[in-house]
């Protein structure tokens, strides 16, 4: 069937955005769109191929590094390590302005170079740290803003799974692109804490002060639960960097090692292994499935003419890069309102890596771009992952509409770094460039 590439990107985009607001699953809609567009353009026989794209899913190497940095972060919460980790930090950084929202920031970005997960990131610590904050007074919105903006450096601090995935989609690598988000990743934190210390200032009210001091003896003995952390990220991390270790084999050497430490704990019981082994398995399953039911758009997007279309149609426009970068953002900022980052990847980047490489753009500085704008969306309503995470976390007593208060500043924050990146590429690309 002969038509043009604009009717059948339209129709593409009505069968998603039909089955999205009809409530059908992430991984079923990508599936189903691209199944249907298929059937549409008569190719129907490609469909007999599907078995074979689902095997090469879950039949990759580098792929395995996706449930393996998952089982490493889900070992350490389960383990017990994340609760004596936080209490560590805590007593370090209390004195802080701001106090043990400084905290949050900071345990959420050291535990985000372990989970590589957003979600996990954001239970993680904000199920340690709320109850105590709340105890204390501070204020709500500020918690959950930090505890959700903090969690979201899940997926810019390597190891990342958002990473992972567009590092396999756009074939750059993977090492490379770990390392860029380093520097990112810590300008963002640093924002963070900036934004915090001086509200906090302005209105002390917000963060009342610690009147509880440590010796310097005692902040050492309790260190033993930040020690473990630090010892892992510097374990998976290194390897990585000093390339004695692929980024799976890693992962791998990351999950041995949380392994050991939560059984060395004792909190690592067979029941707690039972429930980090099978939170591990969903979550796995889950992104698995949203890759599979996206290579399968993939197909369609490839077979339909719909890539070459949009490239050749950019690429006649002959865009700066200054208004291509404003379109792609505030596509990103719209798509983060009703998908989530896996999903936005996997939908977006086959149309976009070719315009990428007609125009001579770096993948690995746009993949660091790309993350910190999917980043956006797991704090931007209505879908996103931690809002929920932290709602549900706080209970009754925070509404949901305080919840979204509290982030709308770290969006801010994280579009400001954003922008930066696009700006001064070296921010991203420096690190990568010393390998």
Known sequence: MDMGWQILFAVMLIILFFLLFAGEWIAFTLMLA????????????????????????VCS???TAIPLFILMGELM?????SKGFYKSAAMWLRRLPGG?????????????AISGSSPATAAAIGSVSYPELEEKRYNRQMIVGSLAGGGALGVLIPPSINMLIYASISECSVTQLFIAGVVPG??????????????????PEYAPKETTTYTLIEKLRSSGGLFSFILLIVIVLGSIYSGWATTTEAAALGACVAFVMSAASGNLTLRNLKEALLSSVRLSS???????GAKVLSYFIAFSGISKGVTGWIVSLNPSIGILFVCIILMYLVLGCILE??????????????ILKALNIDLIWFGVILTLLTEIGMITPPVGINLYV????????????DVIKGSLPYCAMYLIVTIAIICVPALALWLPGTM
């Open 186 to 203: 810590i300008l963002c934190a640093l924002c963070f804490m900036g934004y915090i210390g001086i509200r906090s200032i302005m209105h």
């Open 100 to 112: 043990l929202l400084q905290t949050n920031i900071i345990s959420c970005a050291i535990f985000a």
């Open 77 to 81: 919460v389960h383990g017990g390590l």
């Open 390 to 401: 932290i709602h549900s976390i706080a209970g009754k007593k925070c509404s949901f509409g």
């Open 341 to 354: 980052g896996t999903s936005m990847i996997y939908l977006t980047i086959p149309i976009l890596l070719p």
């Open 34 to 57: 691209g199944v249907a567009g298929l059937i549409f353009i008569g190719r129907g026989y490609v469909l007999n191929s599907v078995g074979q794209m689902a095997w090469n899913t």
């Open 286 to 292: 889950m992104i698995l499935a949203i890759i599979f």
């Open 61 to 63: 190497f580098d792929m």
